[in-house]
């Protein structure tokens, strides 16, 4: 619950219609939602060094909790 407060979770219905919408236009994928988008630019970003930093970060989050 407190992710999809964090990262303004996305409806399943609005998640539906981005994919269709992807699938419609040849699309080889869709990036849905916040978290979606910001660990695409991570590993772009990042390359290799994505899950290293993911790690950190998880951590870093569950110890605030």
Same mark, same amino acid.
């Given at each position: 619950a407190r992710f999809n407060?964090?990262?303004g979770g996305t409806s399943a219905q609005s998640?539906? =219609?981005? %994919?269709?919408?992807?699938?419609?236009r040849d699309g080889r994928g869709a990036l849905i939602g916040?978290?979606?988008k910001f660990m695409d =630019?991570? %590993?772009r970003i990042a390359?290799?060094?994505y899950q290293p930093?993911?790690?950190f970060l998880a951590r870093r989050m569950l110890a605030r909790a």
């Open positions: 407060k964090a990262w998640a539906a =219609l981005q %994919v269709l919408r992807a699938v419609e916040a978290d979606g =630019l991570l %590993v390359g290799s060094w930093v993911t790690v």
